[in-house]
Antibody
Framework: EVQLVESGGGPVHPGESLRLSCAAS????????MHWVRQAPGKGLEWLSR????????NFVDSVKGRFSVSRDNARNTLYLQMFSLGVEDTAVYFC????????????WGPGTKVTVSS | SYELTQSPSVSVSPGQTATITCSGD?????YVWWYQQKPGQSPVLVI????KRPSGISQRFSGSSSGNTATLTISGTQAMDEADYYC?????????FGTGTQVTVL
C-alpha cells in the first residue's frame, strides 16, 4: 500500500526546535518530489516547502524561510522537516505529500502530525 | 505576493450544482489543482491540471479555468460532497493554496 506517515509532532515552547519525519512506503520514494503542507487550527492549507528527488532543489514559502529546513534520506525512505525558533503561529497539523514532478499532483498525503507551540 | 481567493462558503441542495471559484491574477495562465478535505481528514485531489479528473474521482467533479478565475463544479451534488475545497497553484517555486470554500449540502 502506498503510504506516508508523519511523526515527531507534539507540544513545544516558543523558541524551541522540533524535527518532523515522514516515512514513505509502497512506492519508490526517490522518484518523487516531496512537500510539507500545514494547517493551523480552523484555518486553511499552507504549502511550506518542497524538495526534489535527490535533495538538490529546495524551496520554501517566505514565512518559514530561514527558520525551517528540509531534507530527505532516500535510503531510509524518509523526509524530514527541521523547525527552529518556533512561535505560536507555527501551531498546526503538518502534512507531507508527494508529487511526481516539481508542479504535479499531490496525490498521496499522510494523516498529519500535530505541533502545538505554547508557553 | 501572489494570492488565491475563494468565497468562504457555498450552500447547495442535494442534486443541484455547486460552483466554487478561485481568483488570482492571470490564473488562467497557470495550472490549477483542486483538493477536497473533510473534517479530520487529509486532503484528496479531485481535479488536476485545471480540468483533469484523477482516476477514482466521481464524474460529478469538473474543472475549468480562464482569465483570472478557476472554477470547480460539482454536478448532482451529494451529501458526501460536503467538505472544504481548496484550489492550488504555483507562483514560480512557491506553492499556493486558496483560502478555501466550505460546501454545505442542505
Amino acid at each position: 500500500e502506498v503510504q506516508l506517515v508523519e511523526s515527531g509532532g507534539g507540544p513545544v515552547h516558543p523558541g524551541e526546535s522540533l524535527r518532523l519525519s515522514c516515512a514513505a512506503s509502497g512506492f519508490i520514494f526517490g522518484d518523487y518530489w516531496m512537500h510539507w503542507v500545514r494547517q493551523a487550527p480552523g484555518k486553511g492549507l499552507e504549502w511550506l516547502s518542497r524538495i526534489n528527488s535527490d535533495g538538490t532543489t529546495i524551496n520554501f514559502v517566505d514565512s518559514v524561510k530561514g527558520r525551517f529546513s528540509v531534507s530527505r534520506d532516500n535510503a531510509r525512505n524518509t523526509l524530514y522537516l527541521q523547525m527552529f525558533s518556533l512561535g505560536v503561529e507555527d501551531t498546526a497539523v503538518y502534512f507531507c505529500t508527494r508529487s511526481v514532478s516539481f508542479q504535479g499532483d499531490f496525490d498521496i498525503w499522510g494523516p498529519g502530525t500535530k505541533v502545538t507551540v505554547s508557553s | 505576493s501572489y494570492e488565491l481567493t475563494q468565497s468562504p462558503s457555498v450552500s447547495v441542495s442535494p442534486g443541484q450544482t455547486a460552483t466554487i471559484t478561485c481568483s488570482g491574477d492571470k490564473l488562467g495562465d497557470k495550472y490549477v489543482w483542486w483538493y477536497q478535505q473533510k473534517p479530520g481528514q487529509s486532503p484528496v485531489l479531485v481535479i488536476s491540471h485545471s480540468d483533469k479528473r484523477p482516476s477514482g474521482i466521481s464524474q460529478r467533479f469538473s474543472g475549468s479555468s480562464s482569465g483570472n478565475t478557476a472554477t470547480l463544479t460539482i454536478s448532482g451534488t451529494q451529501a458526501m460532497d460536503e467538505a472544504d475545497y481548496y484550489c492550488q497553484a504555483w507562483d514560480g517555486g512557491t506553492g499556493l493554496f486558496g483560502t478555501g470554500t466550505q460546501v454545505t449540502v442542505l
